[in-house]
């Protein structure tokens, strides 16, 4: 049995009950709400179809259960997994923001004040590199080179790499703040630069695999993956409209009302 996402969305809301406040229940309510000859209620829930347990309301607040068209219906199947799955995604591009946000910045002020900090950071190195006696390098350049290296980039280049890092870190956040809002503008702007940075990061593992890398690359495989095949991007799979009647097959009224049970008892659950 796959993962219920209604059952997550009520773990983390609690269940959406409708007439728990209603001082009568009708025959006409037994797609939300029945009642047994003692005076027990059932309430189903509509985000996962289970029955509660309820007395009637000492005080009630209305008189009869709301009607469909006074009834909010919560996000169910697949429109509700979607929520999940692109808020996730939008969780993985905002660290992004934090990450590429907090380089960029670096690299700006290492670009203003290297010219005070270049003295200090070669007695730090040396000194470093007295500690651990000799050159730090595992083989290759020893810190120092490499730090006389960085302190060698010409500003320009500097600048030119902070403005293409915070850049990235803001196109990033324009796509967390719409795959949260679940904007399908934003899912094709995720898949494009998703997309075109596959290349460098399979350039880069042939070069020297990390763990850190292979992780990156498989969750923006699996991102691409989802938005092109689950969410129909470039007319795949029927496109917007081939989505767009999936989302009406489990949204709202006709949704509950189809998944109603037919029994005249529910069990409970």
């Not at 302190?151 to 790499?161: D, G, M, N, R």
């Amino acid at each position: 049995m796959g993962l219920r996402y209604e059952l997550l969305g009520c773990s983390l809301h609690g269940h959406a009950l409708v007439g728990t406040d209603a001082a009568t229940v009708r025959p006409q309510d037994a797609v939300v709400v029945r009642e047994e000859p003692g005076g027990l209620r059932w309430h189903r829930c509509l985000r996962c179809d289970a029955w509660e347990p309820r007395g009637a309301p000492a005080t009630p607040a209305r008189e009869t259960v709301p009607g469909p068209d006074e009834i909010d219906v919560p996000l169910r199947g697949r429109p509700l997994r979607d929520r999940y799955v692109l808020r996730l995604i939008a969780l993985d591009r905002a660290l992004h923001v934090v990450g590429l946000g907090l380089l960029g910045a670096a690299v700006l002020l290492f670009a203003s004040y290297r010219g005070t900090w270049g003295p200090v950071a070669g007695q730090i190195v040396a000194v470093l590199q007295g500690t651990l006696g000799g050159p730090v390098g595992h083989g290759g350049p020893t810190l120092l080179v490499e730090v006389e290296r960085a302190f060698a980039v010409p500003s320009t280049t500097l600048y030119w790499l902070a403005a293409a890092l915070l850049a990235y870190a803001a196109l990033e956040a324009v796509e967390a703040v719409g795959l949260w809002h679940a904007r399908r503008w934003a899912e094709y702007l995720t898949f494009v630069a998703t997309t075109v940075l596959l290349a460098p990061e399979i350039w880069e593992l042939t070069h020297g695999p990390t763990p850190t890398k292979i992780i990156a690359l498989v969750i923006n495989v699996a991102v691409v993956a989802y938005l092109l095949v689950a969410k129909r991007l470039f007319g795949l799979r029927g496109g917007g409209r081939a989505e767009q009647a999936e989302r009406d097959h489990d949204t709202g009224w006709p949704a509950v009302e189809r998944t109603a049970p037919d029994v005249a008892r529910p069990a409970a659950r």
